[in-house]
């Protein structure tokens, strides 16, 4: 900070030589942009694939003379390959650069699709497809990665905002796109053109992702957990592949065998990945970042969503064409409303988060299974009438219901992991969402030709009984959304989140009116409101003090970085000393005790020897209070003294080093 005397200009040029010694910036706005562009065209191709393949079902039947358990594992087997190697692709990405990793994937991914296009039979096809999850699973942990290292702050929320809206709009659009492609009937390919779209994407991602994409510095300390590899896949395989397979084969008994041995395949899993971690190995899976409650909510309620999002996608593309017989084209369209809607939701989600916190994901799970539910309703009461038109308001729901469900869904979970964790997290994050995709699929395809059995009679009567089973099995999948929302509840609200949805995050005017509603009538009216606010106030500062360092020059540098999260709490406290000077103020009785405990932790640090013991723990209360508020409490005298605003970068790291130095003089 400025020495006595200094003048603005020269606070300005102090200020700037201190910017221009400061570690290497990332890269320049509109390089981040044009970075995410490129991955996300791999976030698209990806998830595009995955849906794609459910339109079209029938004509790949029909084209390979198989059964539909036979195409059920062209779908499984890429998500299945996908899910078992997506940890193992982002430890990779770790170990041997993100950059490569992506570039490597996106080329396997693309040469696998040529594979799955000039596919002759439909074994060929299924072991392409598995290629092809290899591929995906080198290729998209990277890019959560990449969003990680990229971004900072607020841009970080924003693309991973656009991820996650990138992967609803890839599933919904593999469905129109799927349609078209099948309706050209290109050079009398059928549905190989869809596999073979990725080629001139792929190949233009993989020229653009090397000249864009920065180098990144890989770990060179640690080494691929094969032990980690081989049970994670395990597990999976044994878990996934009998719910896939069992209804076709008339459930055997090994397929309750490999059931019952993915249990304690699990458990050796993580108790292997523990004792690796403990023994200081780079374990596959970060067992540590379980413990945190929002890593283990985060994971239960993508593998719900993505169980329930599954299952609807695959069973609407069945029961459209081959339950009431629409082509492929018509099946495909008949999605645009509810693509059109999440498109659109997508776009008003990140201005819609600042508003709902977290409760954004329940709100979108509850309208999606609503929308769920009016599907199924007009489905039952159309019967083999139904038509596109009828379907659209519930579609409509659902499509907004999705995109509030996923889009922020994906920053919700990984947004606190540590960069360097980026690869690993977000192997965890999307292992757990393809897991959920393996799961979707199979029950839903279970419950619904359970429900469907076999129809005796013409289309009629195949109509009535696709609308029975339709009817029978989306409910289900709505059942599955709300227990999302429910652990949506569970989910910790940090120290600068809301765990009001709608009056905390709403600084702009809700709590300010709160604040000034309470204030000028002297605390009588307002009343609960504002008790209400002043909770959350106390559940942050609380946070605060059990997360504050040791020292005392970082204990006040660490609450001045805190407080920028109480922006109209503090403009509450500035209007209300004008209002009332050294008198008692509304509700002090339940303020004091809150302020007494920030003595008693003054007190406890100087029994510890963390602070001086000379020194008043009620002034030095008072003194970490105001070092950590003044300059946002009176900001124009910092803007005055220094030459910048309190919220200025620059004045934050100065006033931040500042403290520390201050702490520093106090212990000596």
Not at 323 to 332: E, H, Q, R, T
Request: net charge neutral.
């Amino acid at each position: 900070m400025p020495e006595t005397g200094q003048s603005i200009s020269e606070v300005g040029e102090a200020l700037a030589s201190k910017a221009a010694a400061a570690p290497a910036a990332p890269p320049p706005e509109s390089r981040q942009w044009l970075i995410l562009a490129v991955v996300l065209v791999g976030t698209f191709m990806v998830i595009l694939d995955g849906a794609i393949v459910n339109v079209a079902i029938p004509a790949i039947r029909a084209g390979l003379h198989t059964s539909f358990g036979g195409v059920e594992l062209v779908v499984s087997g890429y998500t299945m390959t996908y899910a078992c190697l997506l940890v193992t692709g982002g430890r990779l990405g770790d170990l041997f650069g993100r950059r490569r990793l992506f570039i490597l994937g996106l080329l396997g991914f693309t040469a696998a699709s040529l594979l799955c296009g000039i596919a002759p039979n439909a074994a060929f096809l299924i072991g392409s497809r598995a290629l092809q999850g290899i591929g995906a699973a080198l290729m998209y942990p990277q890019v959560l990665a990449v969003i990680q290292t990229t971004f900072q702050a607020e841009r970080r929320g924003k693309a991973l905002g656009l991820f996650g809206s990138v992967i609803g709009l890839a599933a919904i659009a593999g469905q129109v796109i799927g349609g078209g492609l099948l309706a050209l009937d290109l050079f009398g390919w059928t549905w190989r053109p869809v596999f073979l779209v990725n080629l001139p994407v792929g190949l233009l991602a993989v020229v653009a992702a090397y000249f864009i994409i920065p180098r990144d510095r890989p770990e060179s300390h640690s080494k691929l957990d094969l032990g980690g590899v081989v049970l994670s896949a395990t597990t999976l395989l044994l878990f996934s592949v009998p719910l896939l397979e069992g209804r076709d084969l008339g459930w055997p008994w090994w397929t309750f065998l490999c059931l019952a041995l993915s249990i304690p395949a699990g458990f050796a899993l993580l108790r292997y990945e523990r004792r690796l971690a403990d023994g200081g190995g780079s374990p596959l899976i970060r067992t540590d970042l379980l413990r945190e409650p929002a890593m283990r909510y985060g994971l239960a309620i993508a593998a719900l969503f993505l169980v329930s999002y599954a299952g609807y996608m695959l069973i609407q593309a069945v029961y459209l064409q081959s339950g009431l017989g629409y082509s492929p084209l018509k099946s495909g369209l008949t999605y645009t409303p509810s693509a059109v809607a999440f498109l659109l939701m997508s776009l008003a989600a990140p201005r819609i988060v600042p508003i709902l916190g977290r409760q954004i994901l329940a709100v979108g799970y509850i309208i999606a299974a609503l929308g769920y539910c009016a599907v199924a309703a007009t489905a039952a009461a159309a019967g083999p009438s139904l038509s596109p038109w009828e379907l659209a308001p519930a579609l409509v729901v659902t499509g907004i219901g999705q995109a509030l469900g996923l889009s922020p869904m994906i920053g919700t979970v990984i947004s606190g992991v540590a960069p360097e964790d980026a690869g690993s997290a977000s192997g965890m994050v999307t292992t757990t969402m393809q897991t959920g995709n393996v799961l979707g699929v199979a029950l839903a395809g279970l419950l619904y030709f359970t429900a469907l059995g076999t129809p005796v009679g013409g289309a009629h009567a195949v109509a009535t009984a696709s609308a029975h089973a339709f009817s029978i099995t989306l409910p289900v999948s709505a059942a599955v959304l709300l227990v999302a929302a429910f652990l949506v509840q569970r989910l910790p609200v940090g120290p600068d989140a809301s765990g009001n949805a709608l009056i905390e995050r709403l600084p702009g005017w809700a709590s300010g009116f709160a604040y000034s509603m309470f204030l000028s009538t002297g605390g009588r009216a307002g009343d609960h409101l504002f008790a209400d606010l002043l909770e959350h106030v106390k559940t942050r500062r609380r946070a605060r003090m059990e997360a504050a360092p040791d020292r005392l020059g970082d204990l006040l540098a660490h609450y001045f970085e805190q407080e920028s999260a109480d922006g109209p709490w503090l403009q509450y406290l500035q209007r209300e000393a004008l209002a009332f000077g050294d008198r008692p103020v509304p509700r002090e009785d339940e303020r004091e005790p809150f302020i007494q405990l920030k003595v008693a932790e003054m007190r406890d640090r100087q029994e510890r020897g963390l602070a001086p013991a000379d020194l008043d723990p009620q002034l030095l209360a008072l003194l970490s209070f105001s070092v950590a508020t003044y300059p946002r409490l009176l900001r124009q005298i910092t803007r005055m003294t220094t030459g910048v605003t309190a919220e200025d970068p620059r004045f934050v790291a100065e006033w931040s080093d500042f403290l520390r130095k201050l702490g520093e003089r106090i212990d000596r």
